[in-house]
């Protein structure tokens, strides 16, 4: 299938570069199903036809979006890009769209959300990128599948006469080219997603014919050569331009045909990606933090979600979980941006990421005094805790063995405070020496 994909249509490693050194961007997922707040896919797991959805859309008021607020803390937690869901699955745009009538102009709220989102987060720094959502449970030509709604129904065979996916295809490409041409440069446009082997009572599920996907990139391509565009069109290549493991840290580098790709995992501060009230499944500032570094030693990104209010404000467990970014980001950033993963295997309990010459050792389990750091005998020149420059001296093969832990002769080990210092998780900076 790949051969007929021109490989021109991805972008090359230098085109990519300012994604791979900047490591750490800020998902948001909102919509209509902010409302409701009771997760992002309410309209599905609830199998709620549109009628009945219509609630949300003529009750949808954000009065206190304050998108210059969004993009400060963004900023502040360190993330140095932004994807927002422009379009999700049910289908409501958050922008000026021409091609529907099911967007924000026309709620209460009567505005485009996109316009003052772009400018807030551009003046704070942050590239931009556009989710946009393939499937579109409210289109009336997007037939019913397993994910739809209505899969249910009785009648879904019959309702499905007379649906047109390939009016729908034209449909995706208006808004596609909306987004790329009204709003400036956008640096990411990130499709969600394709499900072709997957069937449901005799209603197959979708991909790349569907979607008419390489038509759709190589429209992407022409409107925005140097966007970066994810993997979820159903385009089998050797060379995305990232792949996107979602919910999960991978155990190893993930590899692709031989190759180590470029990759960007997304997770969420909680087990939903949009408002959900009653939640409780929050994880802890050293989870978030964890995710973030294992990411890193691994070469790949983190895309950290935060789903916001129907009236247009982070929850306070959602500041909360940024702020644990912030604190620890203000220390330790220069052991993300530009750092990858290292060569050398780090202690069990700990990660290593590497920018040039400095070899970061990030410590999630703080030991009693002595940490064994093997392979690295003679190969440091200094070290120090990276939150506050302090000096970590450490000792060799030769040192007395009645005093210390004997090591090998490659094993550096390292003489820490008894303390933890006060931060969620240490790390130590390694300056190597010249070889």
């Known amino acids: 299938m790949s051969n007929d994909i021109p490989p021109e249509l991805f972008l090359t490693d230098e085109q990519k570069q300012w994604f791979k050194h900047d490591r750490f961007g800020m998902f948001i997922h909102w919509g209509l199903y902010a409302l409701a707040a009771r997760h992002e896919w ?28 969004w993009a400060r803390r963004a900023r502040e937690a360190g993330m140095k890009y932004v994807v927002l869901t422009a379009k999700h699955h049910e289908g409501f745009a958050l922008w000026e769209s021409k091609a529907t009538d099911y967007k924000a102009t026309n709620t209460p709220h009567g505005r485009d959300l996109l316009r003052p989102f ?12 556009f989710y946009y959502s393939l499937p579109d449970w409210h289109h009336p030509d997007f037939t019913i599948d397993m994910y739809h709604p209505l899969r249910n129904r009785q009648d879904a065979a019959e309702l499905n006469e007379g649906r047109d996916m390939r009016r729908y295809a034209e449909y995706l490409r208006a808004q596609v080219t909306e987004l790329l041409t009204e709003y400036g440069q956008i640096d990411i446009i990130w499709f969600d997603f394709s499900y072709p082997g ?4 005799g209603l197959p599920g979708k991909g790349r014919d569907d979607w008419q996907s390489l038509d759709l990139l190589k429209l992407v391509r022409k409107l925005a050569p140097n966007i970066i565009v994810n993997n979820r069109l159903d385009l089998e290549t050797d060379t995305p331009d990232m792949i996107t493991p979602e919910q999960y840290t991978p155990r190893t580098p993930p590899m692709l045909n031989g190759k180590e790709p470029t ?85 069990e309990g700990c990660r290593y990421t590497q920018r040039g010459n400095r070899l970061y050792l990030h ?66 900076e390694l300056i190597l020496k010249d070889e």
């Not at 789903?307 to 909360?320: C, K, L, M, V």
């Open 198 to 201: 997957r069937t449901y009572k």
């Open 42 to 69: 309410v309209q599905n797991r609830e199998e709620i036809d549109d009628a009945t959805y219509r609630k949300y859309f003529e009750n949808f008021d954000p009065d206190l979006y304050d998108p210059k607020e």
């Open 118 to 129: 772009v400018e807030a987060f551009r003046a704070e720094g942050l590239r931009i990128g």
């Open 263 to 347: 990759w960007e995992m997304c997770q969420t501060f909680s087990g939903s990606w949009g408002y959900y009230r009653d939640e409780e499944s929050w994880k802890s500032p050293a989870q978030l933090i964890q995710i973030l570094i294992d990411g890193v030693a691994l070469g790949g990104n983190l895309l950290m979600n935060v789903g916001p209010t129907a009236r247009g404000t982070f929850d306070q467990r959602a500041i909360s979980a940024l702020d644990a970014y912030a604190r620890w980001m203000q220390l330790h950033s220069r052991a993300i941006y530009g750092a990858g993963r290292s060569s050398y295997v780090a202690p």
């Open 363 to 428: 410590i999630y389990n703080w030991p009693n005094q002595y940490l064994h750091l093997d392979g690295l005998a003679g190969k440091v020149a200094y070290a120090q805790l990276l939150n506050d420059a302090s000096e970590v001296q450490w000792v060799g093969a030769q040192t007395d063995p009645h005093f210390v832990p004997p090591v090998g002769q490659t094993t550096m080990t390292l003489m820490l405070p008894v303390k933890q210092p006060d931060v969620v998780v240490p790390v130590i």
